[in-house]
């Protein structure tokens, strides 16, 4: 009797929400147009470097509307022996209303096959579920209506399309 009553209560225990799991709200989404890369290989640590500048892009959204400054930044990031791709991209944003907003991103991009990498390698559309991208960004807003975006933390979910990105991003409330 102790034992059903006890698993009862573990079930119900572990099938609830935690107290503290934030909520996430959509803020906006970039459509990134990216250049070629040019890559630093093979790199001396058994890596490779690349430089993917952003050529152009949207951001289009309930809580920001504008574009990507046009070649004001891009991704810097490390291909790993292991397949797993680390972020580093910076870049501007123009606010529908002019203001100016640094962007940086941190992340990871992964296919879940070798299949799959090899199409993202060729540069091949792939189903958004054949492969994990996501992103931390930090804004530098100026003070002012985009203000907010230099005070909360978000976290991007990120389609690679053929020589582009698109990253939507939520607000961890």
């Known amino acids: ?87 580093d991209a910076r870049y501007l944003l123009e606010a529908d209303d002019g203001a100016i907003i640094y962007l940086e991103n941190r992340g990871f991009r992964w296919a879940r096959s070798e299949e799959i990498a090899e199409k993202m390698r060729r540069n091949e559309a792939v189903a958004f579920d054949d492969y994990y991208m996501r992103v931390t960004p930090r804004f530098d807003a100026p003070a002012g209506p985009h203000e907010w975006m230099s005070q909360h933390v978000f976290i991007g979910v990120a389609e690679k399309v053929p020589n582009a990105n698109r990253i939507h991003y939520f607000l961890v409330l």
Not at 48 to 60: F, K, P, S
Request: no cysteine; proline share 9%; aromatic share 10%.
């Open 1 to 87: 009797m102790l034992t059903n009553q006890l698993h009862r209560l573990l079930v119900s225990f572990m099938s609830e929400q935690h107290p503290f799991t934030p909520g996430l709200e959509y803020a906006f989404t970039i459509s990134i147009v990216l250049s070629k890369p040019y890559w630093v290989k093979p790199g001396a640590r058994g890596d490779t470097r690349a430089a993917i500048y952003a050529a152009e892009g949207t951001v289009e959204g309930p809580r920001l509307n504008g574009r990507v400054v046009p070649m004001s930044g891009g991704d810097f990031p490390l291909s790993r022996p292991n397949g797993v791709i680390d972020f």
